[in-house]
């Protein structure tokens, strides 16, 4: 029988985010590509270093662990490489135990015409074209920055961030701000506080992820000893009176986040070295970047925060 990948939350992941490629990278850059089939087929063995997408994707797929008979994850690798120099990511996922077993090898094209075809909630790349190709399709795909970020196998909990405006909501009120200033987005925001915002590129992921709550939650009340794995947060520069409508959005979604931040143009950086998420999404480059050495970040280049200045 056919998986039912349409029932199930996907993650689209590519290789370079899923293992660190810098070295066989190089190799390509400075010697082409049949230089790197070469370097790949001598090193077929040698297992790839964890890249910054490993830590979340690792606790993503123990979801399958905790509920084998529903098995409500997937994670499906989409890579620009060929089959042939795909073999050693394969192994490498394979010596880390890692339950992925659909991919899309495009041997050089981009692969973002695929994230819809696997049903992907998430298309998460440490390629900034793809990425950028991606979101402007009106694809859900996030580029990840490099990190230094290591993975503590003690820790099972799967902790999950985003931004609101342009992540989980659209970017209308992002761009009155931007076009008219801060007194006109407060007097936008009240003057709709029963309105809803229309989904942003991650609305999908965003409500998967509180049907896992939902799942965790319900084995809870039968298991009171059940350690739930999943913890998200929205982490806004929203502040009073503008939080209103958001908890509107959030509502009419059916959604409540485990933590909820209005910063009020305080720095996110001082949340997010404190909560320690193995993933936190971002329109704004500035939000991230501060973080990044320590911390998977990921930004979507969506919307008028990613907007050409104008001259």
Same mark, same amino acid.
């Given at each position: 029988m056919a998986y039912p990948i349409d029932k199930k939350l996907?993650? #689209?992941? /590519?290789? /370079? #985010?899923l293992f660190d490629l810098s070295e066989s990278d190089q190799v390509f850059r400075e010697h082409g590509a049949s230089a790197y089939r070469e370097?790949? @087929?001598? @090193?077929?063995?040698t297992v790839l270093a964890k890249g910054v997408a490993f830590p979340f994707i690792r606790r993503? $797929?123990?979801?399958?662990?905790?509920?084998? *008979?529903?098995?409500?994850?997937?994670?499906?690798? $989409?890579?620009?490489?060929?089959? =042939?120099? %795909?073999?050693?990511?394969?192994?490498? &996922?394979?010596?880390?135990g890692l339950g992925i077993s659909r991919a899309a090898f495009v041997s050089g094209s981009s692969?973002?015409?695929? &994230?819809? #075809?696997?049903?992907? /909630? $998430?298309? $998460?790349? #440490?390629?900034?074209? *793809?990425?950028?190709?991606?979101?402007?399709?009106?694809?859900?795909g996030g580029l990840l920055l490099a990190s230094g970020m290591q993975d503590d196998e003690q820790d099972d909990e799967l902790r999950v961030a985003f931004d609101f405006d342009g992540i989980i909501a659209d970017d209308e009120s992002e761009a009155v701000f931007k076009q /008219?200033?801060? *007194?006109?987005?407060?007097? @936008?925001?009240?003057?709709?506080l029963s309105e809803p915002h229309k989904p942003g590129l991650l609305a999908d992921l965003f409500l998967k992820l509180a049907g896992l709550q939902a799942l965790e939650?319900?084995?809870? =009340? @039968? +298991?009171? *000893?059940?350690?739930? &794995?999943?913890?998200?947060?929205?982490?806004?520069?929203?502040?009073?009176?503008a939080h209103e409508r958001m908890i509107t959005t959030l509502e009419s979604m059916g959604v409540?986040?485990? +933590?909820?931040?209005?910063? %009020?143009? !305080? +720095?996110?950086?001082? &949340?997010? +070295?404190? !909560?320690?998420?193995h993933v936190f999404f971002d329109d704004q480059l500035g939000h991230l970047t501060p973080t990044a050495e320590k911390l998977a970040m990921v930004h979507v280049p969506f919307g008028v925060a990613n907007a050409p200045a104008e001259r």
């Amino acid at each position: 029988m056919a998986y039912p990948i349409d029932k199930k939350l996907v993650i #689209a992941v /590519s290789s /370079s #985010a899923l293992f660190d490629l810098s070295e066989s990278d190089q190799v390509f850059r400075e010697h082409g590509a049949s230089a790197y089939r070469e370097f790949q @087929h001598q @090193h077929l063995n040698t297992v790839l270093a964890k890249g910054v997408a490993f830590p979340f994707i690792r606790r993503f $797929l123990s979801f399958n662990q905790r509920f084998p *008979d529903l098995q409500p994850v997937e994670v499906v690798l $989409l890579s620009r490489n060929s089959p =042939e120099t %795909g073999k050693r990511v394969f192994r490498s &996922i394979e010596q880390y135990g890692l339950g992925i077993s659909r991919a899309a090898f495009v041997s050089g094209s981009s692969p973002i015409t695929y &994230i819809k #075809a696997f049903n992907a /909630s $998430l298309f $998460l790349s #440490a390629n900034p074209g *793809d990425v950028t190709l991606a979101v402007k399709n009106g694809f859900p795909g996030g580029l990840l920055l490099a990190s230094g970020m290591q993975d503590d196998e003690q820790d099972d909990e799967l902790r999950v961030a985003f931004d609101f405006d342009g992540i989980i909501a659209d970017d209308e009120s992002e761009a009155v701000f931007k076009q /008219s200033g801060l *007194d006109q987005f407060y007097q @936008h925001e009240q003057s709709r506080l029963s309105e809803p915002h229309k989904p942003g590129l991650l609305a999908d992921l965003f409500l998967k992820l509180a049907g896992l709550q939902a799942l965790e939650n319900t084995r809870a =009340e @039968h +298991e009171p *000893d059940y350690q739930r &794995i999943l913890r998200t947060a929205i982490i806004t520069a929203r502040s009073a009176p503008a939080h209103e409508r958001m908890i509107t959005t959030l509502e009419s979604m059916g959604v409540t986040p485990n +933590e909820t931040f209005f910063l %009020g143009g !305080m +720095e996110k950086r001082r &949340i997010l +070295e404190v !909560m320690k998420p193995h993933v936190f999404f971002d329109d704004q480059l500035g939000h991230l970047t501060p973080t990044a050495e320590k911390l998977a970040m990921v930004h979507v280049p969506f919307g008028v925060a990613n907007a050409p200045a104008e001259r």
